[in-house]
């Protein structure tokens, strides 16, 4: 890679950022597609967000993508927003638009992709192990594709309702929060077609840990998704199949939306084929 005076610069915002895989990826499709661009990790405190979403401009980046804990709180710093990120209240990736900063959310449209490659289909009731900026996304788009029933179990009870009231504005599929419980857990889980955990529980290098102890209860069709990646196949999965369900991991979910990252960026239809085998090397 030659870096010049007119080489792009993208980059990662998130509080941690070592774990990504993100930069590895993007690195490697942007010098395989020929592109003068570099993508470099930021670990950036929440208390100096603002002052790094302001850089954006003054380093004239092309454009971040933006992950926990930052997707809700950088939006008051953007100029704009697409509909899909102002219907989740959630951003996971900036473009610098002649200075002017616009937030969209790819996150949702990544699982949705997810879920069609595995030939799942997108009915009854989704229950979702955290309430944050990606459960956010996850859950407008599954509304938008014809999801009957929608649980929020969080430890935070308020961000579950406040996630609630979101989507009440703009979608008419019922949903409810919760507290999380081992208890409330259970009585959720055996009535869902979907259990996606939203939390970075189990990522590494905290591999050992799962959002819930067990996955007894399930039903054997019920379909268990973790939106992590690094781990492959994390603890909560590892229940899952244990159990003989039918398991998602995050890989999938991850290549659709650095793709559409880069497609709003950069204008390029990256091979997601290639994105796929360059983080299976790296995760093998």
Known sequence: MHINANTQYLGLFGDPVAHSLSPLLHNYILQKMGCNCIYLPFAIPGEQLKGAVNAIRSLNFRG?????PHKEAVIPYL????????ACGAVN????ENGDLRGYNTDGTGFIASLQEAEVSVQGRALFIGAGGAARSLAVSLAAKGISELDFIDIDLQRAQALVSL????????TRAH???AEKFTELARLSSIIINCTPVGMYPTIE????????ILQPETVVCDIIYNPLNTSFLAMGQARGL???NGLSMFVHQAALSLEIWL????PLQLMKEVLLRDLA
Do not use: F
């Open 64 to 68: 971040v993508n933006v992950t926990i």
């Open 79 to 86: 100029d704009d927003i697409s509909p899909e990120a102002a």
């Open 93 to 96: 990736v900036i473009c610098n």
């Open 167 to 174: 989507l009440a504005l703009s979608s008419k599929v019922s």
């Open 179 to 181: 507290l999380m419980s």
């Open 209 to 216: 840990q799962s959002p819930v102890a067990n996955l007894g």
């Open 246 to 248: 039918k398991t998602i």
């Open 267 to 270: 204008g390029i239809k990256p």
